[in-house]
């Protein structure tokens, strides 16, 4: 869970701001000789991070974890300075790896009466007191949503959400709805490839033959831009056991009643006309709506059942311009020249 205050993410135990090399903290360092009998002074770079915060928020929190307050909270250490070791450390505060507190915050956000810290206010690194040995920094946070996105339910193309959703809390990953090899021939390698160079074709290779084809059907969005939904981990890893079983099915249907040799010749045929990993796209967007529609929420209860909905809806503008009865692929293998050939509606030579 992402929360933002003035556009900006808030700092707390629960996000993701810190300090990055806050310069220079400079602390005595040993050798101690007697041409510098504290120690040598090196100016070093100082760490902080939002894991560390303490002293915060007791009633107002996110994630169940305590905010960054005005002239209160502060992170209990910071990084980088360990090597300051002489006795006399730091040269202002006499401490290396010392607490980091907040300058600034917002002028009218706040959070048990108290206005709280965010993205970019400045914090100065290193003290034993409010004095700090670091001169002031700004706190730093991946700024990952774009205007209009839902922190709680982040629904978009690829090339949209998935840095949002892996730097989420907790971190999740962007899951194409419809699986990208349906509309493909090729490698997921060659699709990136493809949408990186703005090319539309890829070189095939049948049998000892080299064929330049589409890289996909017609009107199927990129890689980049196929419509996703941010999901946890293992959700992610399940939806898709579930996606490749449920697309197996439609893509390899054999009478029941064939057995032995003549459900081989049968599955030769299919291969050999094209029908074999393939399907219908109408089909294949079907089924994989369905296995989204029992997605396992994360801890904080996302995606809701509306977010799901809207992640339908989201897919069914996207493929409106892809007849029904268009060929896809149902298979992570790669499709044959029949099968290509169906899927591209000509016939490759």
């Not at 504290?38 to 902080?48: A, L, N, R």
């Not at 029941?256 to 393939?278: F, S, V």
Request: proline share 7%; net charge positive.
């Amino acid at each position: 869970m992402t929360v933002f205050a003035n556009g900006l993410e808030i700092a707390c135990k629960a996000q993701t701001n810190q300090v990055i090399a806050a310069f220079p903290d400079v602390c005595f360092t040993p050798p101690q000789t007697p041409a510098t009998p504290p120690g040598v002074p090196i100016p070093y770079p100082s760490f902080g991070m939002d894991t560390d915060t303490d002293k915060g928020t007791s009633t107002v929190k996110i994630g169940g974890k305590t905010v960054t307050q005005k002239n209160q909270s502060y992170y209990t250490k910071t990084m980088g300075t360990e090597a300051g070791c002489a006795p006399k450390k730091g040269v202002v505060s006499s401490q290396n790896t010392g607490k980091e507190y907040a300058e600034a915050w917002s002028g009218n956000v706040k959070m048990d009466g108290e206005p709280i810290s965010r993205f970019s206010d400045i914090s100065t690194n290193n003290h034993a007191s409010p004095v700090g040995n670091a001169p002031p920094w700004p706190k730093i946070a991946a700024a990952d949503l774009k205007r209009g996105q839902d922190a709680d339910c982040l629904v978009g193309s690829y090339d949209d959400i998935a840095a949002a959703c892996a730097n989420a809390k907790p971190p999740g990953e962007a899951h194409h709805i419809v699986p990208d090899k349906a509309y493909r021939t090729g490698t997921r390698d060659q699709a990136i490839a493809a949408g990186a160079a703005g090319a539309s074709t890829i070189t095939r290779t049948f049998g000892r033959q080299k064929r330049n084809i589409d890289e996909r059907v017609k009107n199927a969005p990129s890689i980049g831009k196929g419509v996703c939904i941010c999901v946890s981990k293992s959700a992610h890893k399940k939806t898709h056991k579930k996606e490749r079983a449920a697309l197996k099915k439609l893509g390899q249907k054999v009478p029941p009643n064939l057995r032995g040799g003549a459900k081989k010749t049968h599955i030769e045929a299919m291969k050999k006309n094209g029908t074999w990993n393939t399907a219908k796209l109408g089909d294949i967007i079907a089924e994989s709506k369905k296995t989204i529609s029992d997605l396992k929420q994360d801890k904080n209860g996302n995606p809701t059942v509306a977010c799901i909905a809207k992640a339908k809806a989201a897919v069914t503008r996207q493929t409106a311009n892809i007849g029904p009865n268009q060929v896809g692929r149902t298979s992570g293998t790669l499709p044959n020249k029949a099968g290509a050939s169906k899927m591209l509606n000509t016939t490759i030579s």
